[in-house]
């Protein structure tokens, strides 16, 4: 069985439109259309069972309506598509909105502090976060630099370990191996909390758009002996398997980690394992 803990995608009306604009803000290649059927595709390819899916609100505004999608997908694709819930730091109704997630079975909320412009270790981030775990929410956020806004980090492994000082610790997954290339700051600040990492978009290359943006730019990701380091630091009970679709293709990501120098249980543990745990599958 395996499980991808981060996929992406948009309603039909607008998944053109959107998987064409972030592509080329980020000038990177999209592996699906950006649809929900463009997903179940590449997860029959990939050999997929599960995906979990994380909306992010941009604006305050879309917070309920992208929430009652997350909640007929559930419905509709349950055996297939597991969706999150949103919150944007604008949102002032958060306390109400995460009740009505958990009370209609939404396993957790994804959060984005570059594309909502606030520190994850502010003050409005913290009652959200702490509003969350009231509920027994899982909490995943982006963490580290965001590839489509250079330099920006709202969301690094010290600012996630303030948040974990503050609240103590709960169900708090950091996508992209704890920090897109903040890798090195990873385990010194979280090593010895009960975090979970997700290993989207960590793994091999950058696949460039011919737009010629990476040209003489380093679009290397972590390769094997990178990605172990961070395997032997915080142990295969705390690593979740995530591609990034429609930004990272699903088979090659299972390819890497299959490839890498680990025995069956842990490859399984990282696959679905401690997916189905956290999740109560």
């Not at 959060?111 to 959200?128: A, C, E, G, R």
């Not at 295969?236 to 390819?255: H, M």
Request: aromatic share 8%; net charge negative.
């Amino acid at each position: 069985m395996i499980i991808d803990f981060h996929t992406h995608t948009f309603p039909d009306s607008i998944a053109a439109r959107a998987v064409d604009s972030l592509s080329k803000e980020a000038h990177i290649v999209p592996h699906t259309d950006g649809t929900v059927s463009g997903l179940l595709d590449s997860m029959d390819k990939g050999g997929i069972d599960m995906s979990v899916l994380l909306p992010v609100a941009t604006a305050s505004s879309q917070v309920e309506s992208i929430n009652d999608k997350a909640l007929r997908n559930n419905e509709k694709y349950g055996d297939r598509l597991c969706s999150f819930g949103c919150i944007h730091p604008e949102y002032s109704r958060f306390k109400e909105e995460l009740r009505r997630l958990k009370n209609n079975g939404i396993k957790g909320i994804k959060i984005h502090p570059v594309y909502q412009n606030k520190d994850i270790d502010s003050k409005t981030f913290l009652d959200i976060i702490y509003a969350a775990c009231e509920n027994d929410l899982i909490v995943i956020t982006h963490a580290g630099l965001d590839i489509g806004f250079p330099g920006v980090v709202r969301c690094s492994p010290k600012m996630c370990r303030n948040v974990i000082n503050t609240i103590g610790e709960f169900k708090f997954v950091l996508a992209h191996m704890g920090g897109w290339r903040n890798w090195d700051e990873v385990p010194l600040y979280l090593e010895d909390t009960t975090a979970f990492l997700d290993t989207s978009f960590s793994s091999g290359r950058i696949q460039a758009l011919s737009d010629g943006y990476w040209d003489d730019k380093d679009t290397g990701m972590l390769d094997a002996d990178g990605f172990m380091k961070l395997v032997n630091a915080f142990g295969s009970d705390r690593l979740l398997f995530g591609s990034d679709s429609p930004w990272s293709d699903q088979k090659e990501a299972t390819t890497f980690i299959k490839g890498l120098p680990i025995d069956e249980n842990d490859a399984t543990k990282i696959l679905s394992g401690n997916a189905c745990q956290l999740l109560g599958r």
